[in-house]
């Protein structure tokens, strides 16, 4: 089955903690994004990543980090510096270039701060 | 900046009637995106809209785009309730080709009442 998997699906940090969160795909897809969605709220764009060893902010990107090594795999570290980090994280992937494809989400990282 | 506005922001309709969310962008797209969100859950993609006067139809939902007027619409007939849940468009600008950004409304939260 291709899909999009996040792990963990639920996850507590104490705060000054770093966390990663897992993101694979196995569609093959060229791009993926980072998102947090806030409740009631709609989606926001922390990272992406168009090609393998490279990424550019999104829109929220303080007190996050991303690396891209495997074109499968783009993992999110929440850092210390996140002041308010708890909300649902979604991942997505996309194929191609040329902007015509539609985004595809994973089930999402719940992330709690105690 | 891109904004896009959806209304109404929450709707309760009765099964079996018909209604329409509008979801209105600020720049010039001719690609936009509908989602479905479960309460808890990801977000699952219902149409892909790539060009002025698309049409797409899947079972009681049909959606469409008007780029000159900078407006889609998602149309519900007949509503079930099956049909609960939140509805997001998302917009890619003209400018972002090959470099897709999804910005993300903020969101329809939809309740069927029987």
């Known amino acids: 089955d291709g899909g999009i998997t996040q792990s963990p699906k639920y996850l507590f940090r104490k705060e000054g903690q770093n966390v990663t969160l897992s993101c694979e795909q196995n569609?093959?897809?060229?791009?993926m994004y980072w998102y947090r969605q806030d409740p009631g709220q709609g989606l926001r764009l922390i990272y992406y990543s168009q090609i393998v060893n490279d990424f550019q902010k999104g829109d929220i990107a303080e007190g996050y980090s991303v690396s891209r090594e495997k074109k499968e795999s783009f993992p999110l570290t929440v850092t210390s510096a996140q002041k308010n980090p708890t909300a649902f994280y979604l991942c997505?992937?996309?194929?191609?270039?040329?902007?015509?494809?539609?985004?595809?989400f994973g089930p999402g990282t719940r992330l709690t701060v105690l | 900046e891109l904004k896009v506005e959806q209304n109404p922001l929450f709707l309760s309709m009765q099964e079996g009637k018909n209604y329409t969310i509008y979801c209105n962008y600020s720049?010039?797209?001719?690609?936009l995106y509908w989602y479905r969100q479960d309460p808890g859950k990801s977000l699952e993609s219902l149409f892909v809209?790539?060009?002025?006067?698309a049409v797409k139809q899947e079972g009681r939902l049909m959606a469409s785009l008007d780029t000159k007027a900078r407006l889609s619409t998602l149309h519900i007939t007949a509503a079930v309730h099956d049909l609960s849940a939140t509805y997001f468009c998302a917009v890619d600008p003209i400018s972002n080709f090959g470099n897709e950004k999804l910005t993300f409304g903020t969101g329809t939260r939809l309740t069927i009442i029987p």
């Open positions: 997505a992937s996309r194929a191609g270039t040329s902007g015509y494809n539609e985004q595809f």
């Open positions: 720049t010039t797209s001719d690609r």
């Open positions: 569609l093959n897809h060229d791009a």
């Open positions: 809209l790539l060009s002025n006067g």
